[in-house]
């Protein structure tokens, strides 16, 4: 009977420890095939095993250590991918300092922070990229704007932690070269506009500056070729001021003299008159017919050809078809003639200055009244 109880008692032995061996295989597969999953950059399945052995060997150390390994290793690439470096840096130096962790692991951690480290390194040198174009693109330098930022861009910047910087740059380089047009556009409308004004071509010359003003030319960099497209516009337009009044002076001067209808000599009924700086007297030949008036300005209209000259009295005047030469007035066509010529279209018995004495024009005026 005592026999029978130590060969059941050494059959329960072999069964546990069978069993035993059993679960210590299934645990180690488990662990081996985490590892190499994680050697094969698979984190997930690596998960997925390392929880196996846990289930095979409960609270084992080894496996609770690797799993949570491999757990923060891929919450830290998921932080990487979203751009929080920093706190991805944490998650991985735990990593790298867990007691008795997976070497693998701590490898392929302290990779990540060397890539982290060289992430934030390209970041400030993308930053100081930055900031000298946008410095040279306020002083103007476009061309040298366009190097730094061309130069940045051609770094990888496709990781999601470059998002930001990376937009501002690409908006700064459209600036940039909006700003580099128009400051071509600008210098070559100064260029035209300048020999315009030598051609004193100054209405055309403002035209070209207008258009160019009418553009966005208010960043500080277009500031400079702003002024001087102003500073010339302002020199045109008083240029433009001048060559007007010393049209209309000279007007004014073409005016003045002895004016009659086209006829022969001597012939009666007909308009004439004498225009001074400030004066206006017309009389019909051989009657009693006579105007004077003090004029109190005249105003040009030098494109149409035409004058109106506004008298003391508050009439005015219109003077049409005016030439220098001929002139119409109130519909009678007249043509101007010297003193000389004009003796010769009146008759002996009174001479052209009696004819524009002033008084005696006054006096006839009095008279039909």
Known sequence: MRNKGIILGLFLTSVVLLLSACGNKEYDEAMENGINSVKNEDYKEAVDFF??????????????TYLEQTELFIDGTGLMDDADLDEATSLFEEIIHTEDGLSELEDVANEKLNEIAEMKELYEETEDALDKAETENDEGN??????????ALDADLSHNYFKELKKDLEALKEDVEENQKLK?????TLENAKQLESDEKYEAAISKIDSILEKELSQSGLKEMKEELETLKADLEKKLEEEAQQEEQQFAEDIQGYWAEDAPDGTPGIEIGKVTSNEWMFAILNS?????????SIDV??????????TTDGDVVEVTNFDGESMTVAGTKLHKFTKEEMEAKVDDSMSVDDIFDVENIKGMMEMNK
């Open 288 to 296: 009693d017919v006579a105007v004077y008036a003090e004029i109190d």
């Open 51 to 64: 929880q196996e052995a846990l289930e095979e060997k409960e609270d084992d150390d080894e496996a609770s």
């Open 184 to 188: 071509k556009q600008a210098e070559q």
């Open 142 to 151: 476009y061309k040298e704007s366009l190097e730094e930022i061309h130069n």
């Open 301 to 310: 209209d030098e494109d149409n050809n035409e004058i109106n000259i506004k």
